[in-house]
Nanobody, 127 residues
């Protein structure tokens, strides 16, 4: 089992930045590929960014390319999402997810590929 707890969400003005963190406990963290998803009101949950166990390989959604960066610190059991140049359309609940595997795989953008989920943290981008 892996327990995930997100933090760092909040209210930010358009153009601002936030850094989300996900603390993992339980199973050895470096056995898990990790990802961030988000869900806006009335919309389906969508992939935001993912990272393999080593941190060498990452993926980000086209909608956040060049603005969001995913990283991990295996020594501290943390995965982070640095979000810059935030837009109102980034408003959503952001979820941390873990696979029971070291690699994301070819369908990394599919939420059913992930085995463990956090409860989410709210990000609101508004003036």
């Amino acid at each position: 089992q892996v327990q995930l707890v997100e933090s760092g969400g909040g209210l930010v003005a358009p153009g601002g930045s936030l850094r989300l963190s996900c603390a993992a406990s339980g199973r050895a963290f470096n056995n898990n590929a990790m990802a961030w998803f988000r869900q806006a009101p009335g919309k389906e949950r969508q992939f935001v960014a993912g990272i393999n166990w080593s941190g060498v390989t990452t993926y980000v959604a086209d909608s956040v390319e060049g603005r969001f960066i995913v990283s991990r610190d295996n020594a501290r059991n943390l995965v982070s999402l640095q979000m810059d140049s935030l837009k109102p359309e980034d408003t959503a609940i952001y979820f941390c997810a873990a696979r029971a595997a070291q690699y994301l795989g070819s369908t990394y953008y599919t939420d059913s590929r992930y085995d463990y989920w956090g409860r989410g943290t709210q990000v609101t981008v508004s003036s």
